[in-house]
């Protein structure tokens, strides 16, 4: 019986649920888990994010074909329907789902990873990784990180804008050749997508769309300024402003920049590591 770990990624829907998957990976340790996604690219850089093994599959419908029935899945994406639910329960001999939607219903069979819903078979919990928690040097400033990907190139149509904010640029893993090139002289410093760790540790301020490097500023003690973006979803919102982090809807530089001056004024939560919930929820699940 194998353990298979199923990502939704790309260069449209960027890595959010691989960085969360990387931290749950890094916290269970050397277990023999397979991870899959649906973008081959990423799959092929995993090992440097602490995978064991990782297998591009195109689409979801593809996870049949690799793996067997009674085999065990950790499944994180909003790609399926009641019915693809219903599939994987009769095909999988264990199913742990990632939901990122206050409005979930779990299935009778399934285990549930959520931030907002509590209950039998539900792990009310935000995965972050160990390397997050501490105190840091907030060498860095501001950090302005789009997210990993930016297919219509969104920083490049605001760069003189964004200029007038003085931040420093974290490169997102899809961002295209000659990218750093066009911005460069648009940010105080370029940082390529390998440093996101230290740089997250690092930053105090971050301006970012991406929903998991807001959970990993505030467990280093950073404090973040989310951009929501209209190709992602709104989901974390409410989370978000419980944690008391500013959400600006899409890049409106001047909210951005009184965002970033009103900093002091916002009360932070700082996300507590509680043992890594998520992972002992996933081990007794799973046996390991």
Not at 36 to 57: N, P, Q
Not at 70 to 96: A, C, K, N, Q
Not at 191 to 209: L, P, R
Not at 214 to 226: C, N
Request: aromatic letters at 12%.
């Amino acid at each position: 019986m194998n353990t298979y770990y199923y990502v939704h990624t790309g260069h449209r829907v960027g890595l959010d649920r691989f960085r969360r998957a990387a931290a749950v990976i890094e916290e269970l340790g050397d277990e023999d888990i397979t991870l899959l996604t649906s973008d081959f690219r990423i799959a092929s850089e995993a090992k440097a994010y602490g995978f064991r093994r990782a297998v591009g599959v195109d689409v979801v419908q593809n996870i049949a074909h690799i793996a067997k029935r009674g085999d065990r899945l950790i499944f994180d994406s909003d790609e399926h329907s009641p019915t693809t639910l219903d599939d994987m329960m009769h095909f999988f001999s264990t199913v742990i789902r990632f939901s990122d939607h206050s409005s979930e219903t779990k299935h009778e069979k399934e285990f549930l990873v959520s931030p907002y819903l509590e209950g039998e078979g539900i792990c009310n919990a935000i995965p972050v990784a160990s390397k997050f928690f501490g105190t840091f040097d907030k060498t860095i400033a501001i950090t302005f990180f789009y997210g990993d990907d930016d297919y219509n190139k969104d920083v490049m149509a605001h760069k003189e804008a964004l200029q007038s904010l003085n931040m420093e640029l974290l490169l997102g893993f899809y961002y295209f050749v000659y990218y750093e090139d066009e911005v460069v002289d648009f940010f105080k410093k370029i940082h390529e997508n390998d440093a996101y760790d230290a740089v997250i540790q690092q930053s105090d301020i971050i301006v970012t769309s991406s929903q998991q490097a807001v959970f990993d500023s505030l467990a280093s003690g950073g404090r973040p300024i989310f951009i929501q973006r209209e190709d992602h979803t709104g989901e974390f919102q409410e989370l978000f402003k419980k944690w008391g982090v500013p959400v600006i809807e899409g890049l409106n530089i001047p909210k951005i920049a009184a965002a970033i001056a009103a900093i002091e004024q916002n009360a932070y939560r700082i996300i507590e590591k509680k043992g890594n919930q998520s992972t002992h929820f996933i081990k007794e699940i799973l046996n390991l």
